[in-house]
């Protein structure tokens, strides 16, 4: 599970996200914007715990994507490692998936809250990073 975080004191319970930015005015560009509600992730968890889950991880986004190996993927290859031509072609797509694990950006805002049951509870690459 992954959203923006909320909290029973936290007065929005929404955000807008374009061009991997976060917005709040959910009327500003319609069908042009992702729209996502806040997770209250303490009841989330508490109703995983009631069922028989286990918190494995709960973290970041961007964080949650360094530990499984983002950077691993072509699109964070340094450029000198990469075709010029290619380089261009993927120069948005390149800018995107990094503002997905820069600091202050979009990976930021988002919580990812992994649950799991009968599987072990340590161990995973995920649970590297702590928020």
């Known amino acids: 599970m992954s959203s ?3 909290s029973p004191a936290d007065s929005s319970s929404h955000s807008t996200y374009r061009g991997h930015e ?4 959910l009327f500003a560009d319609p069908g042009r914007q992702d729209l996502t509600a806040h997770v ?3 009841d989330l968890e508490r109703a995983g ?3 028989g889950f286990s918190t494995l991880a709960f973290t970041r986004q961007a964080r949650f994507l360094l530990s499984i190996g983002i950077t691993e993927h072509p ?3 340094p ?3 990469v075709d010029l031509v290619k380089a261009l072609q993927t120069q948005v797509e390149r800018e995107n998936a990094r ?4 600091p202050d950006g979009i990976g930021d805002e988002i919580r990812v809250l992994v649950q799991g049951k009968g599987v072990p ?4 690459s995920f649970q590297r990073f702590k928020i």
């Open 4 to 6: 923006a975080n909320a």
């Open 22 to 25: 976060v917005h709040r005015d």
């Open 40 to 42: 209250n992730f303490d």
């Open 49 to 51: 715990a009631d069922r």
């Open 75 to 77: 699109l964070f290859s």
């Open 79 to 81: 450029l000198e490692e």
């Open 99 to 102: 503002r997905l694990v820069l």
């Open 121 to 124: 509870g340590e161990g995973w």
